[in-house]
């Protein structure tokens, strides 16, 4: 189906990572939807809505589907409904929505909404609408797999990084895997530059990070004609900031075990070509499962381990003046 895909002027990465551009519109067909009332796929954790105290302390929810299907996290119940944290770090009350109580893993779909599209392809290809396309398949495979999976946002809006990494934090997730696509590219390479970014006091991290890299770059290897692009350093590698902390919130910020994966190179026209692809979508999301699976299953160690960290200092990005909460219901 189509979806709104928009080209990049000047961009501003912030301090987790996340690209921030004006843009202007165009079309590209890609197999997912972008709208606010999107639904996502429930899970097996997920339980029917209830209009009593006693019930959701019972229940003890961490999170609300809402009736526009945005996932939010719940802070208290009041007399008029949940009183829950917006994508925008705002408090709100929601009359009623699905509470979702613990769950596996928790996919996050970087960027997102008109501020903060992510890197653009030459061919209009946001990189938002890419990540969140490849985390709507994955979570559908998970769920056909019986792990229990919830996404930080479910169409195109913009998800504070602070509230994106609380959310696995308030749910118990045993992971978490934020999803992106690569920018600027680097040099050519004969092999798929699939780059993890895991948390550096965290073997778990590690062991996530490298079951991912391993199945990725395998998968993403048997796609034919593509003109591929790799860092000298690609790999699973810790991404440290001059204060000597992880430079990207999305494995600074969570207690959960986290990882950042940029799988390719969006800015690559070469790539972004594939990653528009359904083909991309079906390969990257199944190696993604497969890992994931791998990890919450076995011993394994995977592999692609950079030994020396990358030193950056990522730019500030999305404020809470520049930040628009979604429709909540």
Known sequence: ?????????????????????STSPTTL????????TSPITTTSS???????TSAFQ?????????????VVAILDRGNTGFIVRTPCDNTATVGNGEPVGQVAVV????????IDSGAVGSNGLREADANLTLALATERLLVERGISVILTRTADYAVRIGVRSQLADDLGAQIMVSIHHNAPTPGPSTAPGTEIFIQSDSERSRRLGGLIWERVVDALSAIKDVEWSAAPDSGVLQVINSSGEDAYGMVRLPETVSVLVELAYVSSP???EMIATPEYIEIASTALADAIQAYLEANDLGAGYVDEPRFFNPLPGISAGSCEDPALG
Do not use: F, Q, R
């Open 46 to 52: 997920m339980v029917e809505a209830t209009t009593t």
């Open 58 to 70: 019972e229940m003890a929810a961490g999170a609300l589907i809402t009736p526009t299907g945005v």
């Open 270 to 272: 070469s790539e972004a």
């Open 107 to 114: 996919l996050d779909p970087g960027h997102g909404g008109l």
């Open 1 to 21: 189906m189509a979806l709104t895909v928009l080209s990049m002027s000047t961009a501003c990465v912030d301090t987790t990572g996340d690209v921030v551009g």
């Open 29 to 36: 067909a890609l197999a997912t939807t972008t709208t606010t």
